[in-house]
C-alpha cells in the first residue's frame, strides 16, 4: 500500500458512521488512496479459534468483494448495512480508490487507537454520537478518547449540524 494515502474510518453501520464514512470519501480520499473501515466488536463469546488468533492483532485486512459477502461477514459477527456497502462500493468505483474494512475484538477506545500504528494510517475519521454530558462522564466518550490519544491526524464529524 505504497501508493496514496491511508484513511481510516471508524464504523459501527450507525447513520453516525455513515455520516463520518460520507465526510471521509467527499473530503479526503483521492484517485489511488486506501480507505479503510475499522470496526469494532465485543470481545465475548469467540466461536472461531481464528477470532481468537486475531484478538490482538485484529482480522486481516478484507477487501470490498467478500464485505459485501453475508455468510464471511456472519463468520467475522459483523453485519454491514446495505447503505455502508452501497457507499463505498459507489467510492471505490468514482473515486478509484481501494476500500478494506480492519476487525477488533475488544475496547472501541483502545483498539481504534492502536489501530492507528497496527494498520498504518495517515488519518482517522470517526463520528460523534452526540452523548450528553452525564453519559459521557459514564461511559466515556470514544471520540474525546481517540483524539487525546492518536499519533495521527483525527477528524471528528459530529452528528448534529
Avoid at 14 to 30: G, V
Avoid at 82 to 87: F, G, H, M, V
Avoid at 119 to 133: A, E, Q
Wanted: proline content about 5%.
Amino acid at each position: 500500500m505504497v501508493d496514496g494515502k491511508r484513511v481510516g474510518v471508524a464504523v459501527d453501520f450507525s447513520p453516525c458512521s455513515r455520516k463520518a464514512l460520507r465526510w471521509a470519501i467527499d473530503n479526503l480520499l483521492r484517485s489511488g488512496d486506501h480507505l479503510i473501515l475499522i470496526t469494532v466488536r465485543p470481545d465475548v463469546g469467540y466461536e472461531s479459534g481464528e477470532m481468537q488468533l486475531w484478538e490482538t492483532t485484529g482480522s486481516p485486512l478484507i477487501p470490498l468483494t467478500d464485505l459485501t459477502n453475508r455468510d464471511l461477514m456472519k463468520k467475522y459477527t459483523v453485519q454491514p448495512d446495505p447503505e455502508t456497502i452501497d457507499i463505498v462500493t459507489t467510492a471505490s468505483k468514482q473515486k478509484e480508490i481501494t476500500v478494506l474494512l480492519k476487525i477488533y475484538w475488544g475496547d472501541a477506545r483502545e483498539k481504534i487507537t492502536e489501530a492507528i500504528d497496527n494498520i498504518p494510517i495517515d488519518s482517522l475519521v470517526i463520528g460523534n454520537r452526540g452523548l450528553g454530558k452525564l453519559q459521557r462522564v459514564i461511559m466515556g466518550s470514544v471520540s474525546n478518547f481517540v483524539v487525546s490519544h492518536a499519533t495521527c491526524p483525527v477528524t471528528v464529524v459530529k452528528t448534529h449540524d
